[in-house]
């Protein structure tokens, strides 16, 4: 420690100028610092959807949901295997451990996937694994209506237009795509025409399958070279599909449209979007597991940006910012700056009441943006993020960083005016050094008490230690920081800047707090029984205290938006009925009067 200090006092300019360095390269390092809406609180997991058209939730569960948990069950990281079963749809859910690579262990699976897909009954489809998404998930939501399109086009819109575009953002995991119409080819049989010609739906579908088949048409050998043979690419044509021929009956051939209806129409549903109180498309946007939350929303609203033109000139209204979680981020960056602009202010005004020392306050203060800076260049290291809990324990730390450096300063300036009127006054640096010495053990363990506190929270394994763990481990990076610029840098700053002239007199009322502050230990030690009485009841009254008070997982954060969700009350309410309760809840929203 000795050796330390002595060291920073002695070569003052360089530490100094480190110190400069320090703060340049913690400001590139903020700037470049990824920034999420909450931390990696939830264990990585990936989601294994199967489709499986017409087959009822028993079968789902017997035919394909068990197989997948067979085939994943054992991979290497795995926690814990959940799944569901419903209608047409099997999901399993394959939750990591917390060490592992999540990369790794999403590959492991996919490989054990690539190995059932032959053993699913017909019909049902390939197993898709969903990327990594980030805890919160939701990126952006955004919306899109028209007045002059109809529902197929602004689908088309949606699905071949935005989704590319928005899938070549790089943080951008996956977007979902909900409401207008999905075009689809359909045909329908009649059950009279097809028991009158004597032909199954099997050999409809054949026959339709065949209109479309596209077959590989080889090659010529010449005498010199070698043709290549292309088939023309099929294209969905309703005339080629109902003109195909399903069978011959007394040399009649038996078309589709002999037997059934071929049109385009709409694919069915299983969900809608209502955007603003209309129908509309809503396009539904996750992050990627670690992406920049911010700097992504930020290329979203520019790619969006260079699509509106072209989606205006359709007659297509975007709301590019249905729900933005990015908000949150702006809004607790904002608040941030403005706390640190308040705090400022007030610790220089403290500082210069109780120093009256410019320099002095001045290097006190510069405490507070090296630590934060250094805080900020090991979480970044760490692979933290910075988000609401991060920015929250350095909020709760502005308080404690300046702490450590305004002790050395104020001891060096008393030693300081102590050393002006003795006789034989010291050299100025060995009266800095000294006095820097003097105050390190209990700065030091000062330091470590509030370390302590925090420790529990940052090695809890709990949902919850993830969630308040990066509060935690950024108030004590910042505090750590805070004891390395007060051991190194402030006396460095001190020896650059103060000298003997600047060592003045306390104030008179200072010197007044000082005598009723004497007073005050004296009286507590002449009545430490009837004092530490009172402290041990309030202790007591503060732990019975503790059952009656609220508790919640998440305190409650001024987002600026609010989600609802709505849920019948009445298993198998009809799609209509939905969309109904929805735009009845929309005029209500808009008008203001939910409560009604």
């Keep these: 420690m000795r050796g330390l200090v002595s060291l920073c006092v002695r070569h003052f300019g360089s530490v100094t100028a480190l110190s400069v360095l320090a703060l340049l390269l913690g400001c590139?390092?903020?700037?470049?610092?990824?920034?999420?809406?909450?931390?990696?609180?939830v264990p990585s997991q990936v989601d294994i959807q199967t489709e499986a058209?017409?087959?009822?939730?028993?079968?789902?569960?017997?035919?394909?949901?068990?197989?997948?948990?067979?085939?994943?069950?054992?991979?290497?990281?795995?926690?814990?295997?959940?799944s569901e079963s419903i209608p047409g749809l099997s999901v399993v859910i394959v939750t990591f451990t917390d060490k592992v690579d999540v990369h790794i262990a999403r590959q492991g699976i996919s490989e054990r996937l690539s190995e059932i897909g032959s053993t699913l009954p017909t019909g049902v489809g390939t197993p898709k694994l969903s990327p990594l998404v980030s805890s919160t998930m939701d990126l952006l939501k955004i919306g899109l209506v028209s007045d002059k399109v109809d529902a197929y086009a602004l689908r088309d819109a949606a699905d071949w237009v935005i989704k590319p575009r928005l899938l070549a953002v790089p943080g951008v995991a996956h977007v979902l795509v909900f409401g207008g119409d999905v075009r689809q080819i359909q045909i329908q049989p009649d059950p009279n025409k097809l028991a009158s010609y004597h032909v199954t739906l099997l050999d409809v579908a054949d026959a339709a399958r065949g209109a479309l088949a596209l077959h590989g048409a080889g090659f010529i050998d010449m005498a010199a070279q070698r043709v290549l043979l292309r088939s023309p690419t099929p294209k969905p044509d309703l005339t080629a599909i109902g003109q195909?021929?399903?069978?011959?009956?007394?040399?009649?051939?038996?078309?589709?449209?002999?037997?059934?209806?071929?049109?385009?129409?709409?694919?069915?549903?299983?969900?809608?979007?209502?955007?603003?109180?209309?129908?509309?498309?809503?396009?539904?946007?996750?992050?990627?597991?670690?992406?920049?939350?911010?700097?992504?929303?930020?290329?979203?609203?520019?790619?969006?940006?260079?699509?509106?033109?072209?989606?205006?000139?359709q007659g297509i209204t975007v709301y590019p910012a249905l729900h933005r979680p990015a908000n949150f981020i702006e809004r607790a960056l904002g608040d941030l700056e403005h706390s640190l602009a308040i705090a400022a202010v007030l610790i220089l005004v403290v500082l210069y009441l109780f120093l009256r020392d410019v320099r002095a306050a001045l290097i006190a203060f510069t405490a507070i943006p090296l630590s934060l800076l250094a805080a900020v260049l090991v979480l970044d290291r760490m692979g933290q993020t910075l988000n609401t809990m991060t920015l929250g324990g350095f909020a709760v730390a502005l308080?404690?960083?300046v702490d450590d450096a305004i002790v050395g300063i104020e001891n060096i300036l008393r030693r300081m005016r102590a050393n002006a009127l003795s006789p034989s006054p010291l050299p100025r640096l060995d009266v800095i050094r000294e006095a820097s010495l003097e105050v390190r053990g209990p700065v030091i363990?000062?330091?470590?008490?509030?370390?302590?506190?925090?420790?529990?929270?940052?090695?809890?394994?709990?949902?919850?230690?993830?969630?308040?763990?990066?509060?935690?481990?950024?108030?004590?990076?910042?505090?750590?920081?805070?004891?390395?610029?007060?051991?190194?840098?402030?006396?460095?700053?001190?020896?650059?800047l103060l000298r003997d002239s600047d060592a003045h007199s306390e104030s008179r009322w200072l010197v007044w707090m000082k005598k009723r502050q004497v007073r005050a230990v004296q009286w507590v030690e002449d009545h430490l029984?009837?004092?530490?009485?009172?402290?041990?009841?309030?202790?007591?009254?503060?732990?019975?205290?503790?059952?009656?008070?609220?508790?919640?997982?998440?305190?409650?954060?001024?987002?600026g938006h609010f989600v609802m969700q709505v849920v019948s009350s009445i298993p198998g309410t009809s799609l209509q009925e939905m969309l109904g309760l929805g735009k009845r809840i929309s005029r209500r929203a808009q008008g203001g009067r939910l409560g009604g």
């Design 445 to 496: 363990y000062a330091t470590l008490v509030v370390i302590a506190v925090f420790l529990p929270e940052l090695f809890t394994s709990s949902v919850q230690g993830h969630f308040v763990g990066p509060l935690a481990l950024a108030f004590i990076l910042a505090v750590t920081a805070s004891l390395l610029v007060a051991m190194t840098a402030t006396p460095a700053m001190c020896a650059l």
């Design 244 to 313: 195909s021929v399903i069978a011959v009956r007394n040399n009649v051939p038996v078309l589709v449209r002999d037997v059934a209806e071929v049109k385009e129409a709409p694919a069915l549903r299983s969900g809608d979007s209502l955007v603003m109180g209309k129908p509309g498309v809503m396009m539904s946007l996750a992050s990627q597991f670690g992406a920049n939350t911010l700097s992504t929303t930020l290329a979203i609203e520019q790619a969006m940006a260079n699509l509106a033109p072209a989606l205006k000139a």
């Design 529 to 559: 029984k009837l004092v530490g009485a009172v402290v041990v009841a309030c202790c007591a009254a503060a732990v019975a205290a503790v059952p009656f008070l609220g508790g919640t997982f998440m305190p409650e954060f001024r987002e």
């Design 53 to 82: 058209p017409g087959f009822a939730p028993q079968q789902v569960e017997e035919l394909v949901t068990k197989r997948i948990e067979s085939a994943v069950n054992g991979a290497a990281g795995l926690a814990t295997l959940r």
């Design 399 to 401: 308080g404690v960083l």
């Design 28 to 41: 590139w390092g903020v700037m470049r610092a990824p920034l999420d809406v909450f931390p990696e609180f």
